[in-house]
């Protein structure tokens, strides 16, 4: 089977098992325990944190573990949105992950808030001239992707936050498909607040972490024990948080070569799929694209049976869209960009990683092109 559903979710690396090992076994202690397994958790907890500080150019005191990206995405728009005393406006884009969107649509619906929409372009780049106008002096947030997880495309948070905090505004970072390809401190994402997911970089489901900065006041979405300096209560997922600290310093490590030979495979990939499809259509940006994406309008054709095609084939795509396999709803995330509704329902994306690799790359293009033949020989 080759693998090219990264984005959806990838393995757990077996350094980051190796390292979660031991607090699932024999150190298995609760961090709030006054005795020495409850101590030894504590500061294996505090070492997992200050790493993700380093990695987020943040103070360990900043960083929240989470259940997973959803949760960090929710607790850094809730709990920013209803602890500020600025306002009840937010601002956010159209092709913004649905916990995002569903966080938002939540405080319109039971706290008033009034929602902001700023336009992106064909390639799904946001228009930041538009972004200036709609930022007030009550605009509590704004909150953009560093990168989208169905098209790829990379956003210029830095320069959107410059303009946020030009207005006296706070800006929320979804990296959850940035995280282990681009630099996802919250100095280089121009962030107040930076969202991140473990199972996107090799860590498990179920982990993610919010760096905010200290000066935000938060209020949380779980209430209890106090746990994680009253940002989110709950005994303290001791392995998790490990894991995800160990797969941010591997992703770090080698993130400049990483980088730079996925995205020459990531380019393989569409020039292919381009030469051996002329129905192709590449969606997204060409310049500002993450290293793992190459995404494509199969039009006359159907997305999920060009998915089942590659599938017959050995090779593991998806539509890019949870929503947009198998209903009859396109992606809103294409539309956003002005895509036809009925091409928008022949996506599909290729997801890479660090472990793909070139007879991955040929292979996949010779199953697309040979299953848009089929489809299209049907007809
Ligand atoms: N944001 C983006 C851009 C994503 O791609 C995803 C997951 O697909 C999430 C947020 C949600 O993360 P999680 O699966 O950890 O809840």
Redesign the pocket.
């Known amino acids: 089977m080759i693998y090219l559903d990264n984005?959806?979710?990838t393995p757990v690396r077996r350094e980051v098992l190796e390292a979660m090992w031991p607090f699932l076994t024999g150190d298995f202690g609760n961090p709030s325990s006054h005795h020495a397994l409850g101590d030894a958790a504590a500061r294996s907890l505090a070492s997992a944190r200050a790493q993700l500080a380093e990695w987020f150019g943040a103070r360990p005191a900043e960083v929240t573990f989470t259940s997973?990206?959803?949760?960090a995405?929710n607790l850094a728009i809730k709990g920013i949105a209803l602890g500020q005393p600025r306002g009840r406006h937010i601002v956010t884009t159209p092709i913004?992950?649905e916990?995002?969107l569903e966080s938002i649509d939540f405080l319109r619906r039971v706290h008033g808030f009034e929602v902001s929409t700023v336009p992106v372009d064909a390639v799904g780049r946001v228009d930041l001239d538009a972004l200036a106008g709609q930022v007030r002096s009550d605009t509590t947030l704004v909150s953009v992707?560093a990168?989208?997880?169905e098209i790829g495309t990379v956003q210029d948070t830095a320069e959107i936050g410059e303009l946020v905090h030009a207005a006296g505004s706070v800006l929320h970072v979804?990296a959850?498909?940035a995280a282990g390809w681009l630099d996802v401190s919250l100095d280089a994402l121009g962030a107040d607040a930076v969202?991140i997911?473990?199972?996107?970089l090799g860590a498990p489901?179920g982990v993610?972490a919010l760096a905010a900065r200290s000066r935000l006041v938060i209020e949380p979405l779980l209430h209890g024990g106090g746990q994680e300096r009253g940002r989110r209560s709950g005994t303290e997922n001791v392995a998790a948080a490990v894991g995800l600290a160990a797969a941010a310093r591997l992703s770090s490590a080698g993130r400049a070569e990483a980088s730079g030979r996925v995205a020459a495979l990531r380019d393989d990939l569409i020039a292919r799929v381009e030469a051996a499809v002329p129905i192709a259509r590449l969606t997204g940006s060409r310049e500002h694209r993450l290293p793992s994406i190459a995404s494509f309008l199969f039009p006359g054709t159907s997305g999920e049976g060009v998915l089942l095609g590659l599938e017959e084939r050995g090779v593991v795509s998806s539509s890019g869209s949870a929503c947009a396999a198998g209903s009859d709803e396109p992606s809103p995330v294409l539309l956003a960009l002005g895509v036809d509704p009925v091409d928008a329902q022949t996506a599909v994306r290729f997801s890479l990683s660090t472990a793909t690799s070139a007879a991955d790359v040929e292979a996949a293009a010779s199953a697309a092109a040979e299953a848009v033949r089929a489809l299209t020989q049907l007809r």
Do not use: F, P, R, Y
């Open positions: 984005a959806a979710t997973g990206g959803t949760e995405i913004e992950h916990a995002t992707m990168a989208n997880n979804d959850v498909q969202s997911s473990g199972h996107k489901k993610g």
